[in-house]
């Protein structure tokens, strides 16, 4: 079932603060100086697949053109 405009929206922005906060996350292990790199390592993966989400959602709510 496709979602709607509106819901994919409301996702995207989810997933975009979602990104934002693993961002700062990221950031504030490696100021840290912690030695926990699988950690890292899996906040990292978590980003780059909130990032493709991302965007995909972007794609899909921009019109087909036909050129």
Do not use: F
């Not at 409301?10 to 990221?26: F, M, P």
């Amino acid at each position: 079932m496709a979602m709607s405009d509106e819901e994919l929206r409301a996702r995207l922005e989810v997933l975009r603060i979602e990104h934002r906060d693993l961002d700062a996350a990221i950031g504030a292990l490696m100021e840290s100086g912690t030695q926990d790199q699988l950690r890292i390592a899996r906040l990292k993966k978590r980003k780059l697949q909130l990032r493709d989400r991302i965007i995909q959602i972007e794609n899909a709510l921009i019109p087909d053109i036909i050129a």
